[in-house]
């Protein structure tokens, strides 16, 4: 299947610290979408990119759609406490003509585990 | 809307049991799909759904199935529970914002715990 690289795996930042983090891939992506999953729950969609170029906020979130349509970052700037969490990145390959699940299956990274020292 | 939900919340098998994940979505979205999510691993598609009455495999269907009878529901059934299943199970529905640009933006329940003993 698709391959998504998702980096960094982890972070260790303080407080008040921006956080920066990014997904690439071999493929062309639809859309990028960024979710937060905290412990025990589900994951929550924060921003979704649906250009490439397309630059997006959320609060102190900004999350960016690759011009080539490969990769995503999504930045978080003053870093609090309920930042933690995981944060996925996840992409949706462009409709294939010969089926509709094509055009909303995602393809997810693995990942970025973000821990706030305050 | 309660989006989508999932029950049970926290569940214990033993070797060989069967059970049935039950999933909800009240938002009338024709796309539906499970994953399963294990450390270090990310979220893995199991099955899916693009309607009522449609299914199909995912990444990793062995030892699960599925149906859809109604668009609100999507049963995920263990036929008999493997200690290799303990994972957490997450529910997902999806619809197209445009039928135009077919962007697609997915929405999670809070997912079951799933033990195998």
């Known amino acids: 299947g698709q391959q998504l690289n998702q980096s960094p795996q982890s972070m260790f930042i303080q407080e008040g610290e921006d956080v920066s983090m990014n997904c690439t891939s071999s493929s062309i992506f639809n859309t990028w979408l960024w979710y937060k999953q905290e412990p025990g729950e589900g994951p929550v969609l924060l921003i979704a990119l649906y250009k490439a170029g397309e630059l997006t906020s959320n609060g102190r979130l900004t999350a960016q759609f690759g011009i080539t349509r490969k990769d995503s970052f999504l930045n978080i700037s003053a870093s609090i406490p309920s930042d933690v969490g995981i944060y996925f990145c996840?992409?949706?390959?462009?409709?294939?003509?010969?089926?509709?699940?094509?055009?909303?299956?995602?393809?997810f990274g693995k990942g970025t585990k973000l821990s706030v020292i305050p | 809307n309660a989006g989508v939900t999932q029950t049970p919340k926290f569940q214990v098998l033993k070797t060989g049991q069967s059970m049935t994940l039950q999933c909800a979505q009240d938002m009338n979205h024709e796309y539906m799909s499970w994953y399963r999510q294990d450390p270090g691993m990310g979220l893995r598609l199991i099955h899916y759904s693009v309607g009522a009455g449609i299914t199909d495999q995912g990444e990793v269907p062995n030892g699960y199935n599925v149906s859809r009878s109604t668009t609100e529901d999507f049963p995920l059934r263990l036929l008999s529970a493997a200690p290799s299943q303990t994972s957490v199970y997450f529910c997902?529905?999806?619809?197209?914002?445009?039928?135009?640009?077919?962007?697609?933006?997915?929405?999670f329940g809070q997912g079951t715990r799933l033990t195998v003993v």
């Open positions: 996840a992409g949706q390959l462009p409709r294939r003509a010969d089926s509709g699940a094509g055009s909303y299956q995602l393809t």
């Open positions: 997902a529905s999806s619809y197209h914002r445009s039928r135009r640009t077919m962007n697609t933006e997915a929405f």
